[in-house]
């Protein structure tokens, strides 16, 4: 075992690790990057340059896989970049994902964490922004955590994404991330009922509380839908603040892996006639804490 070198972000969450390779980390060293990614919720990782094949063999450490790896690119298969004219269904997916989310909460069962790693970066912007909801939670007056505590909102990829104006086209469950042409598969537009999931959490191996909010949140139950968009839209802003924050600017190599039960994160914007190639790894959550409530 390899004793972790773990520097901590200039943020209420997150560190970086130094000198560990990824692709051959022992289990013990492995149980020890395990409980260091519990307590800080983001762990950053340069000169990884792994395959594909590794990275998915590095996220089933971490638990079943929701999808095994997925590009999140303006580029396609054949090399040519996507358009950016409002044409190109990846291209409206890319954008909504810059708004702050946690990952699959319009799904059945929220995703447990990612591994999301550089390949090909612009030369300016394309940085992924993450957000402590623990902290943000715990920063709260009395009386919003009292307002708060009971309330539960609907989650919808068809919602969020409307948003950006992209009218999404249905998919599985099963399939995940981009085609090779103009379209998205559909991953998560779906036909099955809508996720409701509480405002409050409680995350099921640490026993802290955190805010489930971001995009994908809207109309919560008991509310009207102004009243609603006023306080998604507030908790929103509280959260994402500093020293809540924390925007990592990719360089090729670079891996981090998140815990997406306690943490949003964005997408911000680069000059998309640059091509930006990311790899992502969605870890599955447990259907006995992260599965959507009953409305």
């Not at 130094?18 to 990614?37: C, I, M, R």
């Not at 946690?102 to 940085?127: C, N």
């Not at 042409?181 to 991953?187: I, P, R, V």
């Not at 191996?205 to 809207?218: P, Q, S, W």
Request: with cysteine.
């Amino acid at each position: 075992m390899r004793a972790l070198q773990l520097e901590p972000l200039d943020a209420t969450f997150g560190a970086r690790v130094h000198n560990l390779g990824l692709a051959s980390v022992d289990e013990p060293t492995f149980e020890a990057l395990y409980e260091a990614w519990l307590e800080h919720a983001l762990l950053v990782f340069s000169d990884q340059f792994m395959t594909r094949d590794e990275q998915i063999t590095l996220a089933r450490r971490f638990g079943e896989l929701e999808f095994e790896i997925a590009a999140l690119s303006n580029v396609m298969a054949d090399g040519n970049l996507r358009p950016d004219d409002g044409t190109d269904e990846v291209v409206k997916v890319l954008r909504g994902n810059m708004g702050w989310h946690h990952d699959s909460t319009y799904m059945p069962v929220q995703a447990k964490g990612a591994v999301f790693t550089a390949e090909v970066v612009p030369s300016q912007g394309g940085a992924t922004g993450f957000a402590d909801m623990r902290a943000a939670y715990d920063a709260l007056d009395d009386g919003m955590r009292a307002r708060i505590t009971s309330l539960r909102a609907h989650h919808s990829l068809y919602h969020s994404q409307a948003k950006v104006g992209h009218v999404g086209k249905g998919g599985t469950h099963g399939q995940g991330g981009f085609d090779d042409n103009k379209d998205y598969s559909g991953y998560g537009f779906h036909d099955g009922p809508v996720s409701v999931r509480p405002l409050v959490k409680t995350h099921p191996e640490t026993g802290r509380k955190n805010l489930i909010v971001g995009r994908h949140a809207y109309d919560i139950v008991g509310l009207d839908p102004d009243e609603s968009e006023r306080l998604l839209d507030e908790l929103v802003a509280f959260a994402c603040r500093p020293p809540r924050i924390y925007h990592h600017e990719w360089k090729p190599g670079d891996a981090v892996i998140w815990d997406n039960r306690c943490l949003m994160h964005q997408a911000t914007s680069w000059p998309m006639n640059e091509p930006r190639v990311m790899w992502h790894s969605r870890i599955a959550g447990d259907p006995t804490t992260e599965s959507a409530l009953s409305a």
